[in-house]
């Protein structure tokens, strides 16, 4: 025997011994992972490369339903499930690649159990045989929880959109804000122009009124409030300022410094018009009141005047009756008769003011030359303005258009305006009207050199119970006249405005629409 080959007796043993211990080693590990397998919570399943298969816990029967004995005598090419599904096209993927691959499943499985798994496919190879494990878990709660997540976030959204509510998170370290669709829309921006909607803080503030937005996020981070509540304006976004009111909490580090910013946003700008026309409402509504005061108070006055003139002279022509001459009568009986003219005349206004208001006026359309009703008006108010020495200017215009008016009713209108002219101006002067032909109207102006209309009553003087500040004293007047005049011409779908004259005194303005050539 070649001396090499030769093995002591001991040395014989010792490797004998050895390889007992290997196997029992051997054994043991094949003991601890075949456990491992066994008592594992999570589903484990293995198939051959012919998908039948051979091993398979009770964890896994658990999570998809029956018992382990029933899976073992399945092959998943003859399962409807996967052939329904693109489980298994990633399946024989992974066999082929020889890599490992994830994937999620809803599936009905062949006990009638409906579920949803992750199933991790692990391809290994073990005496020169293919296998595949399936560590499959149940990850249908999950879903659950998932789907209604994504549910309430959808919710969200929609009540977002329907009451355009914005929401905003700033994060004081990147110095940036994660917006919402609403807040870009509000803003006027474009969400896809920002990546995943970050916006820079920059941004929003230079959006709104620096002085509002500096001030709000200096409380905020100054005070250590849990939430606030505030308005601000935005500058001019498309030509609009847009009043915003905005919620917001703070989430502070352990050290009590801000780190995010939570905030919602609501466009508030038709609220705050509203607002604004309803105090603009109640002032008008107070301002109002106090006219119908005035008005009352100054109706009482006119009132009152001629009827104690009809009263004292109807009194001291009795009481004389016999020691006074007639021609002294005569002079009671013209006071008395003038006092009747003046109560009869501002009765007339008001009752004609309420039948307009009320829309219980008739009138009498008709197609007249204007120019041809001014003229006449005119010849009844030169004895009115001969008490004055004031000369009535107007030169009939070249063009003879008709409109469409209740001759009787426009006389009134310019009749109150002229009378208002020569109440005003100063005696021996001169007031002018003046016709103007337009494309769609003709355009009559009253024109005098009186007191004038403050420029900040020249909106105002048409209303009822208003009577301009220079005109309640010295000449008088109720102020009726001027708003008859509006309700006429409004009737006829005319316009009437006011302005003052660059030479003293006021012009009053009045347009009809032309209804023939």
């Known amino acids: 025997m070649n001396d090499n080959f030769k093995f ?6 010792d490797e004998a011994n050895s390889n007992i211990h290997s196997s029992i080693s051997e054994k043991r590990m094949l003991s601890f992972y075949e456990k491992l397998f066994t008592t594992a919570p999570t589903g484990m399943i293995i198939y051959d490369a012919t998908g039948q298969c051979i091993e398979a816990n009770e964890a896994s029967a658990k999570i998809i339903g029956g018992s382990r004995e029933q899976l073992l005598q399945q092959n998943y090419y003859n399962l409807e499930f996967w052939k329904k599904s693109d489980l298994l096209t990633v399946t024989k993927t992974a066999l082929k690649e020889k890599k490992e691959k994830f994937h999620e499943i809803a599936i009905t499985s062949s006990f009638g159990k409906t579920i949803c798994l992750s199933c991790h496919i692990i391809p290994f190879s073990l005496t020169n045989q293919e296998f595949l494990l ?22 969200l959204k929609r009540a977002q959109r329907i009451t355009k509510t914005g929401s905003w998170i700033l994060d004081i370290d990147s110095d940036t804000e994660l917006w919402s669709n609403e807040c870009f829309e509000i ?4 969400p896809d122009d920002y990546p995943n909607c970050i916006v820079p803080n920059k941004i ?30 935005t500058i001019p976004i498309k030509g609009e300022v847009k009043y915003l009111h905005s919620k917001c909490e703070v989430e ?29 409402a109640k002032e008008q509504a107070e301002t109002a009141n106090r006219a119908k005061s005035e008005f009352l108070s100054n109706i009482s006055h006119e009132l009152r005047t001629p009827l104690q003139g009809i009263n004292g002279y109807s009194n001291l022509a009795v009481e004389r009756f016999k020691t006074t001459k007639k021609a002294k009568f005569l002079d ?26 009320s829309g219980k006026v008739d009138y009498n359309f008709e197609e007249i030359e204007l120019s041809l009703l001014i003229v006449k008006t005119i010849a009844e108010m030169r004895v009115l303005a001969k008490e004055k020495n004031i000369f009535i200017n107007f030169e009939i215009p070249n063009f003879n258009d008709m409109v469409e008016l209740d001759q009787s009713k426009i006389t009134q209108v310019i009749r109150n305006l002229l009378s208002n002219a020569i109440k005003f101006s100063k005696p021996d002067s001169v007031v002018r009207i003046e016709l103007v032909k337009t494309k769609n109207s003709l355009n009559c102006s009253v024109i005098d050199n009186g007191v004038g209309i403050p420029e900040d009553e020249l909106n105002i003087v048409f209303d009822k119970f208003i009577q301009s500040s220079k005109t309640k004293t010295g000449a008088g007047g109720t102020g009726l006249g001027l708003a008859i005049c509006h309700e006429i011409i409004n009737a006829h779908h005319g316009r009437i405005w006011a302005r003052n004259n660059t030479e003293g005194g006021a012009i009053i303005k009045f347009n009809l629409p032309i209804t023939s050539r």
């Open 252 to 280: 502070r580090d352990d050290r009590g410094n801000v780190k995010k910013i939570f905030g919602t946003c609501n466009d508030i700008t038709k609220f705050k018009q509203l607002e604004n026309q309803l105090i603009k």
């Open 187 to 190: 803003f006027g921006l474009n």
């Open 332 to 357: 009671y009986f013209k006071e008395i008769s003038a006092s009747g003219r003046r109560l009869l005349a501002l009765l007339n206004d008001l009752l004609d003011l309420s039948k307009l208001e």
């Open 8 to 13: 002591s007796k001991d040395q014989i043993i």
């Open 204 to 233: 929003c503030m230079d959006l709104c009124e620096k002085p509002q937005e500096t001030k709000r996020l200096s409380i905020i981070l100054a005070k250590k409030n849990a939430t606030y509540d505030f308005e601000y304006k």
């Open 134 to 155: 399936f560590v499959i878990k149940d990850i249908s709660e999950q879903k659950e929880m998932q789907s209604a997540l994504q549910e309430s976030e959808k919710n």
